[in-house]
């Protein structure tokens, strides 16, 4: 599972950000910066269920530290407060529940990863983005 997961990811394609962000209610200079970005995820195992999440943007870089199907509190990159559980739920793919917190909407995304790529399928209320990485070598 991890051989499949882990390594180096670059954004290549992204369909309907704009209006996802939005709908979260993130800021207009964040959106127009962050739709202009194309970010690098780095994910690495650390072992017994445990990955890191490293994104590198123009907006931002944060590391996402978890475990498995263990809830914990997240600052989104974009600044929101959630708490978020991420699990497997097929061998190749990763669902990521955040749940908002004072009054912040909830969000999903699941990561579909394939020897070549990544795909992230995001949801807010009715709004969806989908978001294509490459494998970088």
């Known amino acids: 599972m991890a051989d499949l997961i882990c390594g180096k990811f670059q954004l290549t394609e992204s369909d309907n950000f704009e ?10 200079l964040t959106r127009k910066l962050a739709n202009k970005s194309s970010p690098v995820i780095t ?19 944060s590391v996402l530290n978890f475990k ?19 699990s497997m739920t097929a061998p190749n793919k990763m669902m990521h529940k955040m749940m ?11 990561r579909e990863f394939m020897a070549e790529k990544f795909v992230n399928v995001c949801q807010v209320e009715d709004v969806i983005t989908t978001r294509t990485y490459a494998r970088k070598e």
């Open 43 to 61: 994910i690495t195992s650390e072992g017994d269920n445990a990955f890191a999440i490293k994104s590198e943007s123009l907006v931002t870089t």
């Open 19 to 28: 209006e996802f962000m939005q709908s979260l209610g993130i800021g207009y």
């Open 68 to 86: 498995l199907d263990e809830s914990f509190e997240e600052v989104t990159g974009d600044g929101r407060k959630v708490v978020s559980t991420l």
């Open 100 to 110: 908002g917190t004072d009054g912040g909407k909830d969000s999903i995304c699941v």
